[in-house]
């Protein structure tokens, strides 16, 4: 079992920064791939960014590529996703998620473990 907790959602204004952080426990966390997908509402989840157990290997969604960006700190068990010149179309709830491997992965269904999600809403 791996336990997600995400932190540092809130309300910023259009072309402002946050940076969500996602702390993990339990099994070991640099075992995985881990990823942020968000969901607005009456929305499908979308994944946001993916990056596989080194680092070393990273996936963006077309609408955040040069805006956003993921890391993870495997000595700190945590992953962190720093969100630039931000947009009312990124208001979504934030979830982190570990994959079944150690890979970059692209569906809700290759991650298996989920945090309880952080709100981020973005004003014009």
């Known amino acids: 079992q791996v336990q997600l907790v995400e932190s540092g959602g809130g309300l910023v204004q259009a072309g402002g920064s946050l940076r969500l952080s996602c702390a993990a426990s339990g099994r070991t966390f640099s075992n995985y791939g881990v990823a942020w997908f968000r969901q607005a509402p009456g929305k499908e989840r979308e994944i946001v960014a993916a990056i596989n157990w080194t680092g070393g290997s990273r996936s963006y969604a077309d609408s955040v590529k040069g805006r956003f960006t993921i ?41 298996g473990y989920w945090g309880q999600g952080t709100q981020v809403t973005v004003s014009s």
């Not at 993870?72 to 630039?84: E, G, H």
């Not at 010149?85 to 994959?99: H, I, N, Q, R």
Request: hydrophobic share 25%.
């Open 71 to 111: 890391s993870r700190d495997n000595a700190k068990n945590t992953m962190y996703l720093q969100m630039n010149s931000l947009k009312p179309e990124d208001t979504a709830v934030y979830y982190c998620a570990a994959g079944l491997g150690g890979g970059v992965y692209y569906t809700s269904t290759d991650y």
